[in-house]
């Protein structure tokens, strides 16, 4: 059986790790289409970078739950974002 206290733990690198490549491919999306017809465009990836920054911040901190449906949320804004362009 594995131990509780290092799924938790995993569970919060896994949270944050995914918060922070995603906060990242956002900025970097969102500096890519600053030349976007659009100014929606580049604003929608950096609020879904920034829903996801506040996500690895939280997940860091244990609420993994949380955590994961704001990943989902950013990652729809940013989608957003993808489907104006």
Request: overall charge positive.
């Amino acid at each position: 059986m594995e131990d509780p206290a290092e799924v938790a733990r995993r569970a919060r690198w896994t949270a944050a790790g995914t918060g922070a490549l995603l906060t990242l491919a956002g900025l970097a999306a969102s500096l890519l289409r600053l030349s976007a017809a659009s100014a929606l465009v580049p604003a929608a990836y950096a609020a879904g970078a920034a829903v996801c920054a506040v996500a690895a911040l939280i997940g860091a901190r244990g609420r993994t739950r949380r955590a994961l449906w704001l990943l989902i949320a950013g990652t729809m804004v940013m989608a957003l974002g993808d489907k104006l362009d």
